[in-house]
């Protein structure tokens, strides 16, 4: 089981930027993909973006690309989310996971919830208009 702790939300307003970070303990960091989801009142949870164990692919939510960019540094166990031209449409909470099981694979990221085993508690990103 890995352990993961969400930092970087907060309010912005629309148009401007937070860059949200997922530390990771508790198991090989650099195995695992790992994705961010958010989910905003009254929505179902949908993924935003997924990054795999080597980082060399990604995968965006059509809404989120050219907007936001994942990434992760391995030697520091942290993902990365850099969200610019927020929206208030994007205000939700977001939770960084790992994904359950080590993907040998190469060329592609898992993106289902489903394949995500661990989750953070989340931080909230409130986007005023």
């Known amino acids: 089981q890995v352990q993961l702790v969400e930092s970087g939300g907060g309010l912005v307003q629309a148009g401007g930027s937070l860059r949200l970070s997922c530390a990771a303990s508790?198991?090989?960091?650099?195995?695992?993909?790992m994705g961010w989801f958010r989910q905003a009142p009254g929505k179902e949870r949908e993924i935003v973006a997924a990054?795999?164990?080597?980082?060399?692919?990604?995968y965006y939510a059509d809404s989120m690309k050219g907007r936001f960019t994942i990434s992760r540094d391995n030697a520091r166990n942290t993902v990365y989310l850099e969200m610019n031209s927020l929206k208030p449409e994007d205000t939700a909470v977001y939770a960084c996971?790992?994904?359950?099981?080590?993907?040998?694979?190469?060329?592609?990221?898992?993106?289902?919830?489903?394949?995500?085993?661990?989750w953070g508690q989340g931080t909230q990103v409130t986007v005023s208009s």
């Open positions: 996971a790992a994904a359950r099981y080590v993907r040998y694979s190469r060329g592609s990221v898992y993106t289902k919830a489903a394949d995500f085993g661990s």
């Open positions: 508790g198991r090989t960091f650099s195995d695992y993909d």
């Open positions: 990054i795999s164990w080597g980082g060399d692919n990604t």
